[in-house]
């Protein structure tokens, strides 16, 4: 069973910084998606097992940057000039198959889920 332990949300001001980090009990594709109120989950980032690709979603471009420590088996979602927009729920998620893909696929494991909420 995957495990995926997320760490790291809370409350910023707009165009503040936070990074959330999960550890995940083996190497896989990695990801992060978010979900607002009343609105679906949405794919954010993903990193290839390696750590040399990364994929973002373009309203996130630019001031995100996933990043890998694979001694630690983690994965970092550094958010930068945040905006009261990213408001949502963040999950860790974990993939069996390629990094590209989990934006269009989806993951095949979640985590528990971070608040992050940014004011205004």
């Known amino acids: 069973q995957v495990q995926l332990v997320e760490s790291g949300g809370g409350l910023v001001q707009a165009g503040g910084s936070l990074r959330l980090s999960c550890a995940a009990s083996?190497?896989?594709?990695m990801g992060w998606f978010r979900q607002a109120p009343g609105k679906e989950r949405e794919f954010v980032a993903s990193i290839s097992r390696s750590g040399s690709s990364t994929y973002y979603a373009d309203s996130v471009k630019g001031r995100f940057t996933i990043s890998r420590d694979n001694a630690k088996n983690t994965v970092y979602l550094q958010m930068s000039s945040l905006k009261p927009e990213d408001t949502a729920v963040y999950y860790c998620?974990?993939?069996?198959?390629?990094?590209?893909?989990?934006?269009?696929?989806?993951?095949?494991?979640w985590g528990q889920g971070t608040q992050v909420t940014v004011s205004s």
């Open positions: 998620a974990a993939g069996l198959g390629a990094a590209q893909a989990m934006g269009v696929m989806g993951p095949d494991y």
């Open positions: 083996g190497r896989y594709a």
